[in-house]
């Protein structure tokens, strides 16, 4: 199986977008699963590494990635030392971020041999599973959609914290990390 952990890609807004690619290198076209981590989340967090051997290893080619405002940095991909960035983060963001790591797989000539552009599943947990919701609904070429606890509604998701009114007059809404303190 190779693995290749930790590819850095730029996206639209001057933050890295780290990425990981799982696959069994065998010159054979093979579906391609894009996973999107959810709010607070990332990549590497509980079973997602076993998530993209599994898959690995019933022939797909399984990318996974950190959005690039999730609060995360290269040096420090697991933890929150960016709480500027997070702070900065939107819907948008994570979207374009999607795009980015979509148009760079399906693009990338070093796996050429081993993608099947016809044949693309988004796979999303928590936000993430929102978010991929929305992109499939944008771009024809996803012909999957797979959602795993996936938020069902952005507003009433986002309003658990605090007042969504005063979100919208401040600008700002404040989200308490317990395990940060």
């Known amino acids: 199986m190779k693995i290749?952990?930790?590819r850095i890609l730029q996206g639209k807004?001057?933050?890295?977008?780290?990425t990981d690619v799982f696959y069994i290198e065998n010159n054979k076209p093979k579906p391609i699963v894009i996973f999107a981590h959810g709010y607070k989340g990332y990549k590497d967090w509980g079973c997602w590494n076993l998530v993209a051997k599994a898959f690995?290893?019933?022939h797909f080619f399984f990318v996974k990635f950190n959005f690039s405002h999730n609060g995360g940095t290269i040096e420090q991909p697991i933890d929150f030392p960016d709480l500027e960035a997070f702070g900065q983060n939107n819907y948008t963001k994570e979207l374009d971020d999607l795009q980015s790591i979509f148009d760079w797989v399906t693009?990338?000539?070093?796996y050429k041999d081993e993608i099947d552009t016809?044949?693309?599943?988004?796979?999303?947990h928590s936000r993430g599973g929102g978010i991929v919701t929305i992109k499939a609904g944008e771009d024809s070429?996803?012909?999957r959609l797979i959602?795993?606890?996936?938020?069902?509604?952005?507003?009433?998701?986002?309003?658990t914290i605090g007042n969504l009114e005063e979100w919208k007059k401040d600008g700002v809404k404040y989200v308490y990390f317990p395990e940060i303190g």
């Open 141 to 143: 070429r996803i012909t």
């Open 56 to 58: 690995a290893k019933h």
């Open 118 to 124: 016809a044949n693309i599943t988004l796979i999303g």
């Open 107 to 110: 693009t990338e000539k070093s």
């Open 13 to 18: 807004h001057q933050k890295p977008i780290l």
């Open 147 to 159: 959602t795993w606890a996936a938020v069902s509604n952005f507003g009433n998701r986002s309003s």
């Open 4 to 6: 290749t952990k930790s």
